[in-house]
């Protein structure tokens, strides 16, 4: 199923997106907010010290001049989760499935992510394109 985010902007600002069968009973609705919520489509127990990749059913694909910034749920940052590359990028090029690289913190205990958790949020910002041009320093 595929949706797109460009109601009531122009379409330079576009975002389309695509909801995996699994992931479909996890995003009911089809009205989107931005930050986004982000469900993990499996459990998954995650031990201490370790890290795991948590997919989420949904892709992106997201128009030139902007990009998906995720960040963990503050209930699994409460619990001892921590999102390890947050936020994480997701540009413009990218169109896999989004996927979040969760660690457990606690140096004791396992910690579980449910099936249908919120476990991210990801927010759509613009961003700018800028031109380089590589010059030769010389020191003096």
Not at 80 to 85: A, Y
Request: some cysteine; aromatic content about 10%.
């Amino acid at each position: 199923m595929i949706y797109s985010s460009n109601e009531g902007y122009n379409d330079s600002s576009q975002v389309d997106f695509f909801i995996s069968n699994d992931a479909r009973v996890y995003y009911p609705t089809h009205i989107w907010t931005n930050p986004f919520p982000l469900k993990a489509t499996t459990s998954t127990i995650v031990r201490p010290g370790e890290r795991c990749l948590i997919p989420t059913g949904l892709f992106f694909a997201i128009s030139v001049s902007f990009a998906g910034f995720v960040t963990i749920a503050s209930s699994l940052a409460d619990q001892g989760f921590l999102c390890v590359n947050a936020p994480g990028l997701i540009d413009c090029q990218y169109r896999g499935e989004i996927k979040v690289i969760l660690q457990n913190c606690n140096s004791a205990t396992p910690l579980t992510i449910h099936q249908g958790e919120e476990i991210a949020h990801m927010s759509i910002r613009s961003t700018i394109s800028i031109e380089m041009e590589s010059s030769i320093c010389q020191n003096k």
